[in-house]
């Protein structure tokens, strides 16, 4: 097993890391900033497009795509570095167009969806001249448990009839959404794992509503948003349905794998961020007469945040290694075991870092509570801990058994 990155990913990766220090993170706090006037908070700021417009004209654009024409053709592997880098600042995903839900979205498109999706969807994805969102997630159900989705994707001749309601539909709020992925029933009857369909559904087709804005922990996260959206007598093409009907769980399996690892690593770089401000907080600040790096127990706390990074992020390495050499089918203990280790390891280190902070890790003078509550939402998003420590605990028993 080789973890060494290729040199390409190398060179992205130290130019990823330089736009973001430079480019990106100077004006992280003011684009942020929740002080913004309410008309100005749900539409994409000018200096945003400023920087996207910038890195893609220095070829640091869809970097995720496995596509050497459309992206940077790097193996997940290769990927995983620059993700960390993307992941120090909670909108340079975006600014290199790498931001989810669109990377998966485009995954699915690009791997599954027929030559007119691509053209209708896929091609302005990857322009960055939309933006998208995915509706799995039902307020009515445990949804960690897909088969109990409530939601139905019924084939009606020539057309496709959506209904149901969706919530945590991660950027439903974005001025430029123009689509999203419904994932419902459509064959109650089926194998399990062929009962379900994704349907590409435009945000302005007859039937469908958003309802409510959702918060996160306390957090609106404008101009993206987490939407509660409705779908009612929504009539579509048949054409729209991705891959065919039944087809939804294989396309979700191929589409969760990078996206997990994306996920991960930009977690690894926020936990960074995190220890590079505790660190800096403990030698600057004085209380009781000695800085606190010497108060407490806070110097083993900062060790002990280093280690806990550096075996996340190994752990990570070896994920994304055995989702290029096995597939997911291969790689789903790995993956799962990330998904469970990181976000946690991420949540403690900014709990430490906020807590080093005072008062001020509370507030928005600093990344660290909205960096806590990304965290915290990623150990149920895409997946809660107990899930993923079932495929886990599944794969060791299969070990053992005749």
Known sequence: MDLTPSDASKELTERVEAFVEQRILPLESELLSADRPEDQRWQEPEAVRALKTAARAEGLWNLFLPDAELGAGLSNLDYAPLAERMGRSL??????N?????????????????????AEWLVPLLA?????AFCMTEPGVASSDATNMEATAVVDGD??????RKWWSTGIGHPDCAVVIFMALTDPDADRHRRHSMVLCPVDAPGVKIERMLHAMGFDDAPYGHGEVSFTDVRLPASNII???G??????????????????????????RALELACKRALSRTAFGRPLAKLGGNAERIADARIAIEQSRL???????????????????????????????????IDMAMQLHGGGGLSEDFPLAAAWAGARALRLADGPDEVHRMIVARAEFEKYLG
């Open 91 to 96: 909108i340079a995903p975006e600014i290199f």
């Open 98 to 118: 790498c931001n989810a839900p669109d990377t998966g979205n485009m995954e699915v498109l690009y791997h599954y969806g027929s030559e007119a999706q691509k």
């Open 128 to 132: 960055g001249e939309i933006r998208s």
């Open 159 to 164: 057309e496709v009839v959506l209904n149901g």
């Open 243 to 245: 891959a065919g009907p």
């Open 247 to 272: 087809r939804g769980f294989e396309i979700a399996q191929g589409r969760l794998g990078p996206g997990r690892i994306h996920h991960c690593m930009r977690l690894i770089g926020l936990a960074e």
């Open 315 to 349: 752990l990570v390495m070896k994920a994304a290694w055995a989702l290029d050499t096995h597939g997911i089918r291969g790689a789903m203990s790995e993956v799962s075991q990330i998904k469970v280790a990181v976000p946690n390891m991420a949540q403690n280190v």
